[in-house]
């Protein structure tokens, strides 16, 4: 079974921190994804990486940034957290290839920003 | 990107009952639509998936719909169950990047 592992389920930051939230893939996926979840919103994709060192804007990549250094972990960064990014952030990744397939998700981070 | 529109946002039937979601995208170059179930509290998850030279597929009780030259597909769910309560989300890829509605909370009252 496919694991997608986010390293915190639950964070509570301060406006102005830097924040870091870490995700973790266990099948040796090429794509991975941060989306974020609001009520009445959906997914929002914010970035995603198709290979190691590579990444892509989404549709609302503005306040974040990314890393994938390795094929297995993908990083979002909130360089300085405002009370707006307070929400729920979604890792997911994929086998690779284009169209991209089957989607899975890890369990989540709900980040409040104070 | 990719406006893809979802509808209803809301959906209440009786168990037994069927439901029926659809969903609207922009993109023409589209070529693969999944959906996506999330029940409370846990992640999405992959229930059913058409890829743009299909124009149907089914798997037990829910199936799905595509009419690309109308650019839209809909999920159906017959003889629904409490259990199939939940948040569904819509989705249209082009190329690496999935483009979701906004999702339909369906609830299935006994």
């Known amino acids: 079974d496919v694991k997608v592992t986010q390293s915190s389920r639950y964070l509570v930051k301060r406006t102005g921190e830097k924040v870091f939230l870490e995700c973790v893939q266990d099948?040796?996926?090429?794509?991975m994804f941060w989306y974020r979840q609001d009520p009445g919103l959906g997914l929002r994709l914010i970035y995603f990486?198709?290979?190691?060192?590579?990444?892509e804007k989404g549709d609302i990549p503005e306040g974040y940034s990314v890393s994938r250094e390795k094929k297995e972990r993908f990083s979002l960064i909130l360089e300085s957290a405002s009370t707006n990014q307070t929400s729920m952030y979604l890792c997911?990744?994929?086998?690779?290839?284009?169209?991209?397939?089957?989607?899975?998700f890890g369990s989540g981070t709900q980040l409040s920003v104070l | 990107g990719e406006n893809v529109e979802q509808h209803p946002s809301t959906l209440s039937v009786q168990e037994g009952d069927s439901a029926v979601i659809k969903c609207t995208y922009s993109?023409?170059?589209?070529?693969?639509f999944p959906w996506y179930k999330q029940e409370l509290g846990k992640r999405p998850q992959l229930i059913i998936d058409?890829?743009?030279?299909?124009g149907e597929k089914k798997d037990q009780r829910i199936a799905v719909t595509l009419n690309k030259t109308a650019k839209h597909f809909s999920l159906h769910i017959t003889e629904t169950q409490p259990e199939d309560s939940a948040v569904y989300f819509c989705a249209a890829v082009t190329g690496y990047a999935l483009n979701f509605g906004k999702g339909t909370s369906l609830l299935v009252t006994p």
């Open positions: 099948m040796d996926h090429e794509n």
């Open positions: 993109d023409s170059a589209s070529n693969y």
């Open positions: 997911a990744s994929s086998p690779g290839g284009s169209p991209n397939e089957k989607l899975f």
């Open positions: 990486s198709y290979d190691v060192k590579m990444k």
């Open positions: 058409i890829r743009s030279n299909v």
